[in-house]
């Protein structure tokens, strides 16, 4: 199945050879023209908030970096490279975009609910054939990229927002933080490459298939981790604050209740 998927028509173009890395930007014209859409747009939405403007700028600068930079060659070529740019999609961009535009209110689904989406499509396009797929054609790329960001985008609002309670978004936190381990880990400890397309695309660049695929599971914890940790530690640090906030007025209360009995 997996081999009579042509991969010809990647959107990223042609595995590039590392002589010609530097030179294989991507110059699709829709792409470049809805990032500069996004850039005045984030600009104008950030004009009276210079902290919105930023998130919002970094956000693009990044997007820029993983559709347009060399980088979405190398993913052709190189899991690893893949696995990155979606460590990179979904740990940096996600948060960003989740801080300076969350979702409407009638997308704000439970918690659960979007702990268990982004988890399923992380692992969905992760599977052997929906990434030979994901490499098939722009139609099923586009896919791929914005079932993961949108997902995570729904999971970084909840993880970030006050609405949602501390001891919850520390569990989402590391619920997310250990299946992305355990993907990670699946694909370190594999004794065999996963991935057909990247058998044939990894030498030029020194790797066999298996150590390229290797890599890529090590970048999933090295890249992606830190994130969700930094906000379940962040999460516990003001639960905590609360939880001492809360203790000191009820002794407070208790002090001033205390002769009247």
Avoid: K
């Amino acid at each position: 199945m997996l081999d009579r998927i042509d991969t010809s028509n990647a959107y990223c173009g042609l595995p590039p050879l590392p002589a010609d890395l530097l030179r294989a930007w991507n110059p699709d014209p829709w792409l470049l023209a809805a990032l500069l859409v996004f850039a005045v747009l984030g600009w104008r939405l950030g004009a009276s908030d210079r902290r919105r403007r930023s998130q919002l700028t970094a956000a693009n600068v990044l997007l820029a970096v993983l559709f347009v930079s060399p980088l979405c060659a190398l993913t052709v070529a190189l899991f690893s490279a893949r696995a990155l740019h979606h460590m990179v999609l979904i740990a940096a961009v996600a948060p960003l975009l989740a801080a300076a535009l969350p979702p409407p209110a009638r997308w704000r689904w439970s918690l659960a609910w979007r702990v268990a989406l982004q988890a399923g499509v992380l692992w969905l396009w992760h599977a052997p054939l929906p990434y030979a797929l994901a490499l098939s054609g722009p139609t099923a790329y586009w896919l791929m990229q914005l079932t993961l960001l949108a997902s995570a985008w729904l999971l970084w609002d909840a993880l970030l927002s006050p609405r949602v309670p501390a001891g919850r978004a520390v569990l989402a936190a590391l619920a997310t933080s250990m299946q992305m381990g355990l993907l990670g880990a699946l694909l370190v400890f594999a004794d065999r490459p996963l991935y057909a397309h990247h058998l044939l695309t990894t030498a030029p660049y020194g790797l066999p298939a298996l150590s390229d695929q290797q890599l890529g599971g090590l970048l999933m914890w090295v890249v992606a981790l830190p994130p969700y940790i930094a906000v379940a530690l962040l999460r516990t640090r003001r639960l905590l604050e609360e939880a001492g906030t809360d203790g000191a007025r009820l002794a407070g209360r208790s002090s001033i209740e205390a002769p009247g009995r």
